[in-house]
């Protein structure tokens, strides 16, 4: 999330109320989580076994809760709960605005776009030509819809990341502040749920096709092209490269990488990033000839049990 004007260092420190290191003046324009950060950001760390990626990542600023030495170049903020203040941070430069209509009087909405009965439009949602939402469709604020989209009866654009701390008291959500962006001549089916980014985008490229129920979790991106079939949960921050396809029931773990043109057979587990051009299945994944091989050869081991008797 980038901030609608430069801020400096100490009016920063000053809104969590927090020590820091650096010149006053020191620019801050933005806030990010590491995977998405960039000069100017402010990215967030308070576990020692990522202190060394977030210090050394593309963020400027480092919001920490342990003194340390100060990469050149960068500046810190000193927390004794860094997950808190950047809570903090997100309510103060993207406070939660009621929508008193069901379509925003702030949200833009293309030629020839069709929206069906009981739709909810939040605010500053951008909708292009030509698309059609069907009826009982939610879009939450600052979603950016292409031309020639159709949504689905029940699909819910922009819920909120799952994403969470635990405490001693319960389970501490980290706030979400970024978009979900569906480009031109996507479908997507009937009750859908994909979540906006933490702070960045959650992305659906031009001319992919979605089955109905299915998961798409914060952050990720999906190319151009791509069919997941019905009943698929992909979760956090996953690169779904171009042309790709996942079968019904496909799950995925967070963080990983699925190459272009890959295919990925039904109820297989993503459990790790893959090469694109080659068909997967099962879980753990693997290329799918090689596990259809060995879940033949389990098939012989009666035979091979009574030959050695």
């Known amino acids: 999330m980038k901030f609608s004007k430069t801020y400096t260092l100490k009016e920063i420190a000053s809104i969590i109320d927090c020590q820091y290191v650096g010149d006053d003046n020191f620019p801050v324009e933005g806030m990010n989580e590491i995977h998405v950060v960039t000069s100017g950001d402010i990215v967030f760390v308070d576990h020692p076994k990522y202190y060394d990626k977030a210090l050394q990542s593309a963020a400027t600023i480092v919001l920490i809760n342990k003194e340390v030495e100060c ?9 004794d709960d860094p997950f808190r203040d950047f809570n903090k941070l997100s309510k103060h430069f993207n406070p ?20 069906q009965p009981n739709c909810f439009i939040g605010n500053n949602v951008k ?34 990341a799952f994403y969470y701390k635990k405490r001693p008291e319960g389970f501490d959500q980290l706030l979400s502040c970024g978009r979900v962006v569906i480009e031109n001549n996507v ?11 933490v702070t960045g985008d959650t992305t659906i490229g031009e001319g992919t096709k979605i089955d109905n129920q299915v998961h798409v979790g914060h952050d990720t ?8 079939a019905s009943q698929t949960g992909i979760a956090g921050c996953v690169v779904i490269e171009d042309e790709v396809t996942l079968w019904g029931q496909v799950g995925t773990t967070s963080g990983i990488t699925i ?17 694109g051009g080659k068909t997967y299945f099962g879980t753990p994944i693997e290329e799918s000839r090689e596990k259809l091989k060995q879940l033949a050869n389990v098939k012989k081991i009666p035979e091979i049990i009574e030959k050695l008797k």
Request: proline share 1%; charged share 15%.
């Open 187 to 197: 479908g997507i089916g009937a009750l859908c749920t994909i979540d906006k980014g």
């Open 127 to 160: 909708i292009g030509k030509n698309s059609i939402l069907h009826a009982n469709v939610i879009v939450y604020d600052n979603t950016i819809i292409g031309d020639n989209v159709i949504i689905h009866s029940g699909t819910v654009l922009g819920a909120d």
């Open 71 to 79: 990469p050149e170049g960068k500046a810190l903020l000193i927390s």
């Open 221 to 228: 991106i999906i190319g151009k092209k791509c069919l997941i």
């Open 96 to 115: 939660f605005t009621i929508c008193t209509s069901s379509i925003s009087a702030s949200a833009v909405i293309g030629e020839g776009t069709i929206i």
């Open 259 to 275: 190459g272009s043109k890959a295919v990925i057979l039904g109820q297989t587990g993503v459990t790790k990033s893959v090469e």
